[in-house]
């Protein structure tokens, strides 16, 4: 049977509405993968305290989690991973990357033009189709 894990990922804006976008390293899996920055929801965690967590982690910066965008599931070869998506706001410090390879900041319309994890093409095309409204 496949593994199977929750997964948050955090959508964080800039003040001109351009999002954060993070490259998994060659070290990770889903290698050289486009994602939104998080990781695994650790057993008696809130998806929440996870996320604020791994971004500390991950970018060492304290964010606060605002809302929820995207909830689905993904099956890859090896796994099947639940992912959830919400929209963080930055309290201190800026995004320092500890374990990606690189990041970038890109306007929703432009999201397109990376290559992401696929579990997060949901997300991706919400946050298209919201700034076309
Ligand atoms: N963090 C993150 N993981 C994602 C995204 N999309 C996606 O499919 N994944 C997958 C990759 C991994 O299989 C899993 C999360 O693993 P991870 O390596 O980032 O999480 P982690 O730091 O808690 O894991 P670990 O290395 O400590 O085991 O979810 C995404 O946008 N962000």
Redesign the pocket.
């Known amino acids: 049977m496949k593994k199977e894990?929750d997964?948050v990922?955090a959508v964080i804006k800039d003040k001109s509405g351009k999002i954060f976008c993070a490259l998994r390293s060659e070290n990770?899996?889903?290698p050289n993968l486009w994602?939104?920055?998080?990781?695994?929801i650790e057993k008696g965690e809130q998806a929440e305290e996870s996320l604020v967590r791994?971004i500390w982690e991950e970018l060492g910066c304290r964010v606060k989690v605002k809302n929820h965008i995207c909830s689905n599931t993904?099956e890859?070869e090896m796994?099947i991973?639940h992912?959830s998506t919400f929209e963080v706001e930055i309290l201190e410090g800026q995004p320092v990357l500890h374990e990606h390879a690189s990041s970038i900041w890109l306007a929703p319309q432009n999201l397109k033009s990376l290559v992401w994890?696929?579990?997060?093409i949901p997300t991706v095309e919400l946050l298209m189709r919201e700034t076309k409204k």
């Open positions: 894990f997964v990922g990770m899996t889903l994602e939104f920055p998080g990781g695994k791994e993904h890859y796994v991973v992912f994890a696929e579990a997060d």
